[in-house]
């Protein structure tokens, strides 16, 4: 099946540092979603993100769709210990009723 | 509460006893979907349905079985279990099959240990 490349696979860094992520695949992507799963939950959606080029914030995060519509990227500003988590990338191909997962960036702080 | 139940939670079972796990969602949505998480590997998709009735495989279909027979239940049955099938699944629904827009909500996952 269709592949994303997440990177980095894990982080760790200090409570207050930036956080920086992304996914790149070799297909052309609709949409791209971004989604965070907490330890011993399911993931939850952060940003959805449906027209190329687009910024869009929700709070401390930041995501973009690359203008090739081939890339995405998550920013986390200030980092906090409920942050912690793995941090999944998604895409939707045109046409396509699925999403394809990114591997995941497993986030960890120090406080 | 909006949610997705999946039950169980967790499950210890033996090669080749057959095991269903259920899922059911409360805010009607038409699309649902079964997902496994492994090491490395993030989110592949085993089977989706579009509504009731309606089912198609994903990625890694090999090994399992699906149903839409109502609208808020989809459960995940394997008739053979093997031990490649230890992982943690989840359930995951979304409004509307017909603009389907990638937006998931989630169970909170079963994990599965076949020995």
């Known amino acids: 099946g269709q592949q994303l490349n997440q990177s980095p696979q894990s982080m760790f860094i200090q409570e207050g540092e930036d956080v920086s992520m992304n996914c790149t695949s070799s297909s052309i992507f609709n949409t791209w979603l971004w989604y965070k799963q907490d330890p011993g939950e399911g993931p939850v959606l952060l940003i959805a993100l449906y027209k190329a080029g687009e910024l869009t914030s929700n709070g401390r995060l930041t995501a973009q769709f690359g203008i090739t519509r081939k890339d995405s990227f998550l920013n986390i500003s200030a980092s906090i210990p409920s942050d912690v988590g793995i941090y999944f990338c998604a895409g939707q191909l045109a046409g396509a009723q699925k999403l394809v997962f990114g591997q995941g960036t497993r986030l960890t702080i120090n406080p | 509460e909006a949610q997705v139940t999946q039950n169980p939670r967790y499950l210890i079972t033996v090669t080749g006893k057959k095991l269903t796990v259920t899922c059911s969602q409360n805010?009607?949505?038409?699309?649902m979907s079964w997902y496994r998480q492994d090491p490395g590997l993030g989110l592949r998709q085993i089977y989706y349905?579009?509504?009731?009735?309606?089912?198609d495989k994903g990625d890694v279909p090999e090994g399992y079985k699906v149903s839409r027979k109502e609208k808020r239940n989809f459960p995940l049955i394997l008739e053979s279990p093997s031990p490649n099938q230890t992982s943690l699944y989840f359930c995951?629904?979304?409004?509307?099959?017909?603009?389907?827009?990638?937006?998931?909500?989630f169970g909170e996952g079963s994990r599965l240990t076949v020995l």
């Open positions: 805010m009607n949505h038409e699309y």
């Open positions: 995951a629904s979304s409004p509307g099959a017909g603009s389907y827009t990638g937006e998931l909500f």
């Open positions: 349905s579009m509504n009731v009735e309606v089912t």
